[in-house]
């Protein structure tokens, strides 16, 4: 079985690559092929379709690394996050301490272009909201998996079992409730 999931930046994907990883123990997990230099992604049997794997990519306008996946797989899934807010702040966090996986704490937070990414990550959910239509992929929100308990209406979908519990760890990144966030 190949499970490909599609994923907006921020949205959960790598916390729920962790999962499958300590969920599917004889599935191969290929988070981010395209950002893994051990990978060479530019060959069209970059998968091995005789074994059991889940492939995570992130999701980029008007890419076509996504057709061969897509081709492979049994089953593709999306994820994106409904709250733009928290997905700019995270990656902002992410992107000016380069920790993306870390939990951190932060009390304050000087977000400055935070129209450049406000407008980064809206065109981007426009168009990946259009990419998940055309191909009228399963789809799933960070807040659907992280909030609402999703995760067994995924398993079914994917006919997978699992007693690992989901989210794994604590979510990354973490803002105390008194926090400032300046916009400059």
């Not at 123990?25 to 395209?34: K, M, V």
């Not at 995270?90 to 920790?99: C, N």
């Not at 272009?113 to 259009?130: D, G, V």
């Not at 789809?139 to 308990?149: A, I, K, Q, S, V």
Request: charged share 30%; hydrophobic share 35%; aromatic share 16%.
């Amino acid at each position: 079985m190949i499970f490909t999931i599609i994923a907006e930046q921020r949205s959960g994907s790598l916390n729920l690559d962790e999962w499958f990883k300590q969920s599917l123990p004889n599935f191969e997990i290929i988070s981010e092929p395209f950002s893994n230099s051990n990978i060479d992604t530019t060959k069209d049997d970059w998968i091995d379709t005789n074994k059991n794997c889940v492939i995570g990519l992130k999701y980029f306008p008007k890419n076509q690394y996504f057709i061969y996946p897509i081709g492979v797989s049994d089953k593709v899934i999306c994820l994106y996050r409904e709250d733009e807010k928290s997905q700019i702040e995270s990656y902002v966090i992410a992107r000016s301490t380069e920790k993306w996986r870390n939990e951190n704490i932060y009390e304050e937070i000087i977000i400055d272009n935070y129209q450049e990414y406000s407008t980064y990550f809206h065109n981007l959910k426009i168009e990946f909201k259009k990419f998940i239509k055309e191909y009228n992929f399963k789809t799933f929100t960070y807040e659907d998996l992280y909030y609402r308990g999703k995760i067994n209406e995924l398993m079914e979908y994917l006919n997978i079992k699992s007693n690992i519990p989901f989210p794994i760890g604590v979510k990354y990144k973490k803002v105390k409730f008194h926090k400032k966030i300046k916009l400059i």
